[in-house]
Every structure is written in C-alpha cells, then in structure tokens.
C-alpha cells in the first residue's frame, strides 16, 4: 500500500466494489500490501526502460518480476503496466490500445472504469491454452503407456487394479473404450459423467466453483480492512459510542462490521 499513513475510505471501504471486480480488486489491494512488489514497480521506473536495451531491462528488475509471476495468472491483474509511469500514461495510445496505465500501486476504486474492466477478467489454462473437458490423446502418448503398464504391474499387489493410463500434470491420458455403435451421444455423455464421478483421482478435487463465491471475496477485502485500521490508528481513533469509523480526515465514515454497518 505505500509507506504513508494515509488511509482514505477507499483503502478499506469497498461496499462499492462490483461482484464482477471483487477477485482482481482482491488480488491487487493485498499486492499493495507488499513492500517487495511495491519496490519491484518503483525499480521498473526506475530502470528508464524506455531507454534501455530490452537485455539491460531485464537484469534490472527481471528475476523479480519472475517472482511475482510465479503467483500465476492473477498477478496479470497488477503486473501490466508496472513499466509505465505518468510521462507513459500521458502518451497518445492507438484507439484499440488497452486501457491500461501506470496506476498500481494507487487504490483499485481510484482507477478509470475502463481499467478496471479491462484488468478485472483473470486468465486460466482452461482460457490461455485453452483447455478441453475431453479429447483424443497425442499419439506418442501410446508409446508410453505400455511400458509405464507393464512396469506398474509387475510391482503390483495381488488384485491391485492398475489403469492403463499416464498422469500428465492435471490431465489423465490412457486407454478408453467408447461403445459409439450402441450409445446415443446423450447416453454417452450420461455415462461418462458417471465414470469420472467414480475415478476422479483424489489429488484433483471436483473444482465445481471455478473459484469463490462473492461473498468469500468480499470478506477477504473486510479482513484486508481490518488488518489496515488497527495498523494505522487506535481502537479509540477508529470507533466512537455510535459504533462509527475515523478516517483520516477526522470525518466518519461507516466501518464494516460496525454497529449498523453492512
């Protein structure tokens, strides 16, 4: 969040925040949180890229930026743009451009709607590969799977059920049999369902959600909240009798959680 004290509501009152912003809003305002990533944007305006061979850049700031990646895709939500700074942002950008700008490490609700909109959808394998349900395996797949069968079976126990099949990362590739002859696709789809149901590896659990609900969001940004107030200022400065917040203006605001408060 910055080295300053100043809290403004915008740090910790995100009542406004909406459902389809929650996750992005999540992931960036606790970035903020982080003296390393915040020294990480100064030091990308720092380097003068701009003026920099794409090398010199690189071995400037890159083994952290590869640090900050190995979160994964949600931290696409902060990273873009970490190069820019106002002079950048002033530019004329081509109408089809992105809307995106220097504006980390400010409040995500400070940020043009647009920005917001476009930083807001997180990527997934399932999006950026893309990822299928189910499909045909690669044919040099087959010439792994006998020798991986016939070397898990001969270090079987008696009556051990060993599947014919490879665990590629996520992915299960194997020998199958689909009886298109007899089934409709209905049917077939009716019976697959079944089979995963019952084989499903325990490693990978039914991700029946694809994430969290609103509602989860929105209480890990109260949580960031209330790690914020009391880090800042008393229980005094931050609740009166009528059970209301200081900011740091000295005006009142609702505080989540209060008396009243939703």
Same mark, same amino acid.
Request: proline letters at 9%; a positive charge; aromatic letters at 12%.
């Given at each position: ?29 606790? %970035? ?20 920099? +061979? ?8 890159? +083994?952290d930026i590869e640090r900050i ?27 089809? %451009? ?28 399932? /999006? ?10 690669? %044919? ?49 789809? %009716? ?5 995963? /149901? ?14 969290? /609900? ?36 000295? /005006? ?11």
């Amino acid at each position: 969040m910055g080295d300053s004290t100043e809290l403004d509501a915008l740090d910790w009152n995100f009542d406004r925040v909406p459902d389809s912003e929650l996750v992005a809003c999540c992931y960036w305002e606790f %970035a903020r949180e982080s003296a390393f990533i915040r020294d990480v944007k100064r030091r990308c305006i720092d380097s003068k890229w701009c003026h920099m +061979a794409n090398r010199e850049a690189w071995a400037f700031v890159g +083994a952290d930026i590869e640090r900050i990646q190995s979160i994964g895709y949600p931290a696409e939500v902060f990273l873009r743009g970490f190069f820019f700074d106002e002079a950048e942002d002033r530019k004329p950008r081509h109408p089809e %451009a992105p809307p995106i700008t220097g504006s980390f490490p400010r409040p995500w609700q400070t940020v043009a709607e647009a920005e917001r909109k476009d930083r807001a959808p997180i990527r997934s394998d399932r /999006k950026a590969i893309p990822l299928v349900p189910f499909r045909r395996g690669h %044919a040099f797949f087959a010439e792994d799977i006998a020798p991986w069968y016939k070397s898990r079976r001969a270090g079987a126990k008696p009556g051990e059920e060993i599947p014919p099949s490879l665990f590629l990362a996520s992915s299960e590739v194997g020998v199958f049999e689909i009886n298109w002859g007899t089934f409709a696709n209905d049917e077939l789809a %009716a019976g697959f369902r079944k089979w995963a /149901k019952a084989n499903r590896p325990q490693q990978f659990p039914n991700p029946s959600g694809q994430g969290h /609900k609103p509602g989860d969001w929105r209480a890990n940004l109260t949580r960031l909240a209330v790690m914020r107030l009391p880090a800042r200022f008393t229980a005094m400065d931050l609740v009166d009798p009528a059970g209301t917040a200081s900011r740091p203006s000295g /005006k009142r605001s609702s505080f989540p959680g209060a008396s009243g408060a939703t």
